[in-house]
T-cell receptor, first 112, second 115 residues
Framework: SAVISQKPSRDICQRGTSLTIQCQVDSQVTMMFWYRQQPGQSLTLIATANQGSEATYESGFVIDKFPISRPNLTFSTLTVSNMSPEDSSIYLC?????????FGQGTRLTVV | AQKVTQAQTEISVVEKEDVTLDCVYETRDTTYYLFWYKQPPSGELVFLIRRNSFDEQNEISGRYSWNFQKSTSSFNFTITASQVVDSAVYFCALSEDTNAGKSTFGDGTTLTVKP
């Protein structure tokens, strides 16, 4: 299966600032997704990153807060905008090709 | 709507004991995929197994085995002769889409294996 390199692996950010998380896949994948995992909780899908078009957001997530780019089939970014302490979470990107799914290592974000 | 329930929040066992992690799912689709992932303290998500809805054959991989029962909508995971390195959070997930990366996750079961 493909390997996803995600960075940064962790960051501590000031409230009101923005952080961009990058995911690079070592091969072309049809679909990419972004998840959030709040402390002690499960993974929640934020959006589907669509190549060459706007991302498709799940209920409760909006583009202004979590803008996503996917310029090609191997790369995607998620920006967490205007951060507050409630945004402190692990953010994971995922890629899939048919029934294969694989995840990046996660970005552990702390907002202070 | 799809839902995955992992009723066991935390399990603690002593090394070499067998342990079963339960997973019950809900879906209206006839075609779906079930997954188990391991999340060690480092945070990455490690894929363990994928099962499609048409394959009810149980699977064994080393100390790991999975029991898929469509009649009870369950996909349980058993670790035989547990080891300390098995300590992690385990997630069961369901995908109704052929794109397996878009999944609904259960709340996870934290497994602690004590020496």
């Amino acid at each position: 299966s493909a390997v996803i390199s995600q960075k940064p692996s962790r960051d501590i950010c000031q409230r009101g600032t923005s952080l961009t998380i990058q995911c690079q896949v070592d091969s072309q994948v049809t679909m990419m997704f972004w998840y959030r995992q709040q402390p002690g909780q499960s993974l929640t899908l934020i959006a589907t990153a669509n190549q060459g078009s706007e991302a498709t957001y799940e209920s409760g997530f909006v583009i202004d807060k979590f803008p996503i780019s996917r310029p090609n089939l191997t790369f995607s970014t998620l920006t967490v905008s205007n951060m507050s302490p409630e945004d402190s979470s692990i953010y994971l990107c995922s890629g899939s090709e048919n029934t294969e799914a694989f995840f990046g290592q996660g970005t552990r974000l702390t907002v202070v | 709507a799809q839902k995955v329930t992992q009723a066991q929040t935390e399990i603690s066992v002593v090394e070499k004991e067998d342990v079963t992690l339960d997973c019950v799912y809900e879906t209206r689709d006839t075609t779906y995929y079930l997954f188990w992932y391991k999340q060690p303290p480092s945070g990455e998500l490690v894929f363990l197994i994928r099962r499609n809805s048409f394959d009810e054959q149980n699977e064994i991989s080393g100390r790991y085995s999975w029991n898929f029962q469509k009649s009870t909508s369950s996909f349980n995971f058993t670790i035989t002769a547990s080891q300390v390195v098995d300590s992690a959070v385990y997630f069961c997930a369901l995908s109704e889409d052929t794109n397996a990366g878009k999944s609904t996750f259960g709340d996870g079961t934290t497994l602690t294996v004590k020496p």
